[in-house]
């Protein structure tokens, strides 16, 4: 096991790592920039390194700084969190040189996972259902006419180096195609510096649905269950929950035993998150995320598991604690993201907090780096909190979320809770009723 880990990552995943490494008996180093350096995560640690300055490009984003800051404290490993390095290949080969181990999955599997053409092959080769689309990039519009003609419309366009929903257009017919397209590649180019696309089927009312996978990198691997992550804003997830309430326990076993096979055959090591769109009792393949989720305390409730717990063992050559069979879901778990933004417009907010109260109470878990007196600054994520409540059952827990947002007081920026205070009380949520445009119908209509 690791006498030392670095966390190369800022706010409530980093503070998130350092406890399960207290528990440990593992010492922990906190990486900040100047902007950081009186934060939560910095003050937690065992040591700290300031490795540059404001902007992530020069600080969590720079690799020199981060093997430099390990190379003077001796940490032996490094957990990235989620974000920043976390799914940078060429990050972990450059540790795997230097002898620093990556708490996560080999570089070949992130390099695979990370392009969304070769995802989705290899996806198929595991026999994991994938959506119609098209065989690898689409290099011009008489192509993805064809594409298109051949597969029905709507259509969706995608870039192959994507995420966050940008390069993503839907076509809705053969006149909506061109302008899709173009615009599709234009945005890819811009935002990743790859124009190629690809098109899928677009589906009219799926869920998002993510199974949460862990493998032991020695051919085994489990299945923790799924994730409902439908409701987002600008495919950004705001809620989420486990289980489903949309999915039923043979389902479950389907495409759970499905995704755990293609983990051990893959030789996949650590946590991951093969997402799927679900319909009319279908699931479609969309891509795997290689590395710890921001939704992750949803299914460490409802199983009773400590994931990056897990994951710092296999990293370390030791064996996962968790058997598939073993595992057995135990109540309903919500998280809501709190972010530091003001609505209608969802503008960041950073600023200074006057004054903040976590609630509290059986079923209660709040993940977040804030204190009285912190001033959240203005060059990174807007996310300040994620409030995950667990109950006997869907109905509980949603009463909990209520009661817990009710007792959380952050005073000094404006936040998300008045969303979700609202959105508790719409029929739709309480029955579990929404796909992944219920959000933004809602938003257009109330705010």
Request: proline share 5%.
């Amino acid at each position: 096991m690791f006498d030392k880990i670095l966390i190369a990552n800022r706010g409530e995943i980093a503070l998130r790592v350092i406890r399960a490494c207290r528990e440990m008996g593992i010492a922990s180093v906190a990486v900040h920039s100047t902007a950081d350096s009186d934060a939560m995560h910095v003050r937690m640690a065992d040591e700290s390194v300031c490795i540059g300055p404001n902007s992530s490009a020069q600080s969590y984003l720079s690799v020199p700084a981060i093997v430099a800051a390990c190379e003077i404290t001796g940490a032996q490993a490094i957990h990235p969190g989620y974000g920043f390095l976390s799914e940078n290949a060429a990050f972990v080969q450059v540790l795997e040189d230097h002898g620093i181990t990556f708490i996560g999955p080999k570089a070949e599997h992130i390099r695979i996972m990370g392009d969304k053409i070769t995802a989705k092959e290899t996806a198929k080769k595991l026999g994991i259902p994938v959506v119609p689309g098209s065989e690898g990039g689409v290099p011009d519009l008489e192509t993805a006419e064809t594409v298109a003609g051949e597969m029905g419309y709507p259509v969706i366009i995608k870039a192959t180096a994507g995420g966050g929903g940008r390069g993503m257009k839907v076509a809705k017919s053969e006149e909506d195609l061109e302008v899709a397209f173009r615009t599709s590649r234009s945005e890819a180019k811009a935002a990743f510096g790859n124009a190629e696309v690809y098109i899928e089927k677009y589906l009219q009312r799926p869920r998002h649905i993510e199974i949460q996978v862990f493998g032991d990198g020695k051919g085994r691997g489990v299945h923790l269950g799924e994730r409902d992550c439908s409701l987002q804003r600008r495919h950004q997830k705001v809620f989420e929950e486990a289980p489903g309430p949309a999915i039923t326990p043979e389902e479950r076993a389907r495409i759970g035993d499905i995704c755990a096979k293609a983990i051990g055959e893959l030789g996949y090591a650590g946590a991951g998150t093969i997402e799927f769109l679900y319909e009319d009792g279908e699931f479609y393949f969309i891509e795997m995320n290689t590395r710890l989720q921001v939704e992750h305390p949803v299914t460490e409730a409802i199983f009773g598991v400590d994931l990056v717990r897990q994951q710092i063992r296999v990293a370390a050559g030791e064996e996962m604690e968790f058997e598939q069979d073993k595992l057995s879901i135990r109540g309903h778990a919500i998280e809501v993201r709190i972010n530091a933004e003001k609505l209608p417009n969802f503008a960041p907010c950073p600023g200074k907090i006057t004054h903040y109260h976590a609630p509290g109470g059986l079923g209660v878990r709040m993940d977040s780096a804030l204190y009285d007196g912190y001033t959240i600054p203005p060059y990174y994520d807007s996310l300040i909190g994620k409030l995950i409540v667990h109950g006997r059952d869907r109905h509980e827990a949603l009463q909990r979320l209520k009661r817990a947002l009710g007792e959380l007081i952050v005073d000094g920026v404006d936040t998300t809770v008045p969303l979700f205070n609202a959105l508790l009380e719409e029929p739709d949520i309480q029955k579990g009723d929404y796909s992944i445009h219920w959000l933004e119908k809602w938003l257009e209509r109330n705010l």
